[in-house]
């Protein structure tokens, strides 16, 4: 198995280069990342190239943080907000050769966010298009994010299949869907075809992937048997330094069984 360390959550006492150095010292196959606008994208691509980590992705801005935004691009009448923000993380995926953005949908619900989402998002997969980009599309969980346009798989799914771009795909967080719809792995065995991420952390406390109502061991080796090579992203809230939080890398990325 092959991990990728999300370093919206991991090393976020170090600056950006230094996160990507850390993870690739303790074994990580690759990095991603949330908001990386205030590092300089040079300083990023110097890091990656000094390590060999490929930069995964990375997230639109969320907006106006301090009143309360998580999202542009399914808020009905903020469509130039929301393409000034695909349009930068276009632009920084670019700089530093990120693979996938993850176009963030923000608090927003009925017909008139829906049509906004499609919109925005059609226009973020032609611009993603010419650079060989996968847009990426995430739902959150009620709980974490109240509020949130997008909460299911289903309702994902249906989005994709309406904007019908080949390079729009299903950002897959094991924590978000057990807490949403549970019966992770055959959603994963289904929803195979549309899968551009994995990400995974303990339920309920997103913690650790080796405790809690997930059994890791399993899921990944249901991953192994459906040929799924990518790097899964650690996106867990370690509880002291990152370093510490590691023990169960090396036992998944061999698929030990727990004793």
Request: glycine content about 10%; charged content about 20%.
């Amino acid at each position: 198995m092959k991990f990728s360390a999300n370093l919206g959550f991991l090393w976020t006492d170090l600056p950006l280069p230094a996160a990507i150095r850390a993870a690739a010292a303790a074994g990580f196959d690759a990095v991603e990342c949330h908001w990386p606008y205030d590092t300089p994208p040079e300083d990023v691509r110097a890091a990656l190239e000094e390590t060999g980590l490929p930069m995964l992705g990375l997230n639109t801005r969320r907006g106006d943080v301090a009143a309360g935004e998580n999202g542009l691009a399914a808020l009905p009448g903020r469509e130039e907000d929301a393409r000034a923000a695909i349009d930068e993380a276009l632009a920084y995926a670019r700089a530093v050769g990120a693979g996938n953005i993850h176009v963030m949908a923000g608090f927003a619900s009925g017909p008139e966010a829906h049509r906004a989402f499609l919109e925005n998002l059609a226009y973020a997969c032609e611009g993603a298009a010419l650079h060989g980009i996968t847009i990426l599309i995430e739902p959150l969980n009620r709980h974490d994010a109240p509020g949130y346009f997008l909460t299911t798989t289903d309702q994902a799914v249906a989005v994709i299949e309406a904007v019908g771009a080949e390079n729009l795909k299903l950002m897959f967080d094991c924590y978000h869907v057990q807490v949403m719809e549970g019966d992770v792995t055959r959603r994963l065995q289904a929803l195979l075809p549309v899968l551009g991420h994995i990400q995974f952390a303990s339920v309920p406390d997103r913690g650790t992937p080796d405790h809690g109502e997930l059994d890791y061991a399993h899921i990944f080796e249901v991953l192994e048997g459906l040929d799924y090579d990518a790097p899964l992203g650690a996106e867990y809230k370690p509880l002291g330094p990152t370093g510490d939080s590691l023990d169960w890398l090396a036992r998944f990325r061999h698929l030990q069984p727990a004793p």
